[in-house]
């Protein structure tokens, strides 16, 4: 088959809209939808300092290389997990990224940081809700600290459809009134951007491999993956039979999120009497979950040999 646009041979064949594309003309379209994704959703401004969270993997190396090639001022941040081999494999990933494309990469290391690596914490808590927690509380401080306007992230289109798809198959409609591409950045709580809301893993799998983009494949051993996996298996085998399902339930749910508003709690926050952050009661969740007793500083923090 040959390219919808021009006369070189078909790199990709795209279900929705349907059409043949090569190389080239795949790229441009990769990067014109991505580009449409952040004016649309109004996600940044090109005067902004974005730091770019970067796992190793594909979505988030992908959103580096996007967002410097579209000319944003970016820097990354890589979080050491202290999962083993797992972490090592993906920092490395991690770094040569950052190094292919000239960027600033920050590495903060949570053995180093807190004592203890994720999965060797004593808790009835599970490994991936305590990890996300720490994830999250690390990016937004290391971003407030360091003056950054954005904290930009990999999801892409799969990611949002089976977490939208997953929360309502158990009800949990609480969660989906903050979901979307954009998390308004509140007091210290620094913005939160999702440039690849609208393409999917499959496509930005093609995306890296048409730019030599090179990745960990691994997935994380406590993937808390079983289910999500599942979820993201039933979309994609609707999407094979319907294309555009995926993306139709994301501007949809996007059209009647408001619906979901009237769960939000109001919750008074105060600040953590350990790091200043946001906190519901004295203590902030972070804090409180690995006990400190002073505040991690980031401020300044640059880059490790
Ligand atoms: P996940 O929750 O693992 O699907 O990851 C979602 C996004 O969070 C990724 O696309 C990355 O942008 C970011 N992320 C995940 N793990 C890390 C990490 N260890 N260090 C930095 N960023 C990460
Ligand atoms: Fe956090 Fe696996 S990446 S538990
Ligand atoms: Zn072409
Ligand atoms: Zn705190």
Same mark, same amino acid.
């Given at each position: 088959?040959?390219?919808?646009?021009?006369?070189?041979?078909?790199?990709?064949?795209?279900?929705?809209?349907?059409?043949?594309?090569?190389?080239?003309?795949?790229?441009?379209?990769?990067?014109?939808?991505?580009?449409?994704?952040?004016?649309?959703?109004?996600?940044? +401004?090109?005067?902004?300092?974005?730091?770019?969270?970067?796992?190793?993997?594909?979505?988030?190396?992908? @959103?580096?290389?996007?967002?410097?090639?579209?000319?944003?001022?970016?820097?990354?941040?890589?979080?050491?997990?202290?999962?083993?081999?797992?972490?090592?494999?993906?920092?490395?990933?991690?770094?040569?990224?950052?190094?292919?494309?000239?960027?600033?990469?920050?590495?903060? +290391?949570?053995?180093?940081?807190?004592?203890?690596?994720?999965?060797?914490?004593? @808790?009835?808590?599970?490994?991936?809700?305590?990890?996300?927690?720490?994830?999250?509380?690390?990016?937004?401080?290391?971003?407030?600290?360091?003056?950054?306007?954005?904290?930009?992230?990999?999801?892409?289109?799969?990611?949002?459809?089976?977490?939208?798809?997953?929360?309502?198959?158990?009800?949990?409609?609480?969660?989906?009134?903050?979901?979307?591409?954009?998390?308004?950045?509140?007091?210290?709580?620094?913005?939160?951007?999702?440039?690849?809301?609208?393409?999917?893993?499959?496509?930005?799998?093609?995306?890296?491999?048409?730019?030599?983009?090179?990745?960990?494949?691994?997935?994380?051993?406590?993937?808390?993956?079983? @289910?999500?996996?599942?979820?993201?298996?039933?979309?994609?085998?609707?999407?094979?039979?319907?294309?555009?399902?995926?993306?139709?339930?994301?501007?949809?749910?996007?059209?009647?999120?408001?619906?979901?508003?009237?769960?939000?709690?109001?919750?008074?926050?105060?600040?953590? +009497?350990?790091?200043?952050?946001?906190?519901?009661?004295?203590?902030?969740?972070?804090?409180?979950?690995?006990?400190?007793?002073?505040?991690?500083?980031?401020?300044?923090?640059? @880059?490790?040999?």
């Amino acid at each position: 088959m040959r390219c919808k646009f021009c006369e070189r041979p078909a790199f990709i064949k795209l279900h929705y809209p349907k059409m043949y594309l090569c190389e080239e003309h795949f790229k441009e379209y990769f990067e014109r939808k991505v580009k449409r994704t952040i004016e649309r959703y109004k996600l940044l +401004r090109p005067d902004e300092r974005i730091l770019v969270v970067v796992s190793g993997g594909k979505d988030s190396a992908v @959103t580096a290389y996007i967002l410097k090639k579209l000319g944003y001022n970016i820097e990354c941040l890589h979080i050491n997990l202290g999962i083993g081999e797992y972490s090592e494999k993906s920092e490395s990933y991690a770094k040569k990224q950052c190094e292919a494309l000239g960027v600033p990469l920050h590495i903060v +290391r949570v053995r180093e940081l807190l004592g203890k690596g994720i999965g060797e914490v004593k @808790t009835r808590r599970a490994v991936c809700s305590y990890c996300g927690l720490t994830k999250r509380y690390i990016f937004n401080k290391f971003a407030h600290d360091n003056g950054f306007n954005a904290v930009a992230t990999g999801h892409n289109l799969d990611d949002e459809a089976s977490f939208i798809f997953a929360n309502l198959m158990n009800w949990n409609t609480q969660y989906l009134a903050k979901q979307g591409p954009l998390l308004p950045g509140e007091g210290k709580f620094v913005k939160k951007v999702k440039p690849l809301y609208e393409l999917t893993e499959r496509e930005v799998v093609a995306y890296a491999l048409a730019n030599g983009i090179k990745y960990m494949v691994e997935e994380c051993p406590y993937a808390r993956g079983a @289910t999500t996996l599942e979820y993201k298996a039933i979309l994609n085998e609707m999407e094979e039979k319907r294309p555009g399902t995926k993306i139709n339930f994301v501007k949809g749910f996007l059209r009647k999120k408001k619906l979901f508003e009237a769960e939000l709690q109001e919750v008074e926050l105060k600040e953590c +009497r350990i790091c200043g952050m946001p906190a519901q009661g004295k203590k902030c969740s972070f804090c409180n979950f690995w006990g400190l007793e002073k505040p991690l500083e980031f401020n300044g923090r640059i @880059t490790p040999p």
